[in-house]
């Protein structure tokens, strides 16, 4: 059975730190990978997508970037942070048009 | 451009009573059109998919949705509901292809016991 794993959990930065979030997809080789933020209580808003490792592509700009450094990892970060940047992360892969999501992780900017 | 809309922020009804989650779309292809829920501080999980066939697909947990081209919706449905369902439903589109996905506002669903 395929397994989806985020990390960390929940992160407090501050304002113009960096970060690093980090989605590792076991037991499916080669999946499609998608990350997404949610605004607390918000829809979903896809930022990236990747179909194979070194490969991403972003959907809409919002001063993050992300990187698949290997088969099962999609990783997304940014030098700085904004307090915009606060919500729900959320790391997905898909198969059949269906998508599986990680349990997320809440970043809170101040 | 392609959109999702879900005209109902929140609805409330019966346990046993019938629901419908109502979802439209613009689209100027054929769309795939999909369901998922969000339970409170959780993760969303898949439902239902519309991809191509038949206009009444099923899912998980009970529920369904019918897909009608005429009118752009793409409409969940579950009978009998229950408290269980109580969460939040996105319904999304797939620009199809493109791997680009839109998900609506979601609808939050209370089910009163």
């Known amino acids: 059975a395929q397994t989806i794993h985020q990390w960390p959990v929940a992160e407090i930065k501050a304002v113009g730190s960096p970060l690093s979030l980090g989605c590792t997809i076991k037991?499916?080789?080669?999946?499609?990978l998608y990350w997404y933020w949610q605004a607390t209580g918000g829809t979903l808003q896809q930022l990236f997508y990747?179909?194979?490792?070194?490969?991403v592509e972003s959907v809409v700009q919002l001063n993050l970037s992300a990187s698949r450094p290997k088969d099962d990892q999609f990783i997304l970060s940014t030098e700085k942070l904004l307090l915009s940047h606060s919500g729900f992360y959320l790391c997905?892969?898909?198969?059949?048009?269906?998508?599986?999501f990680g349990p997320g992780t809440r970043l809170t900017v101040l | 451009a392609q959109s999702v809309d879900q005209p109902d922020a929140h609805v409330t009804l019966s346990e046993g009573a019938s629901l419908e989650l109502r979802c439209s779309y613009s689209?100027?292809?054929?769309?795939?059109l999909f369901w998922y829920v969000q339970y409170p501080g959780q993760s969303l999980q898949f439902l239902l998919k519309?991809?191509?066939?038949?206009?009444v697909v099923k899912g998980t947990k009970g529920f369904e949705a019918e897909f009608r081209k005429s009118n752009s919706s793409f409409n969940l449905k579950k009978s009998p509901a229950h408290w269980s369902d109580s969460a939040k439903y996105f319904c999304?589109?797939?620009?199809?292809?493109?791997?680009?996905?839109?998900f609506g506002k979601g609808t939050s669903l209370t089910v009163i016991p």
């Open positions: 997905a892969w898909s198969t059949d048009y269906e998508q599986y």
């Open positions: 037991g499916k080789s080669s999946p499609n």
């Open positions: 519309y991809i191509t066939g038949d206009t």
């Open positions: 990747s179909i194979t490792v070194g490969q």
């Open positions: 999304a589109l797939e620009n199809t292809g493109y791997q680009n996905f839109y």
């Open positions: 689209y100027s292809a054929a769309p795939y």
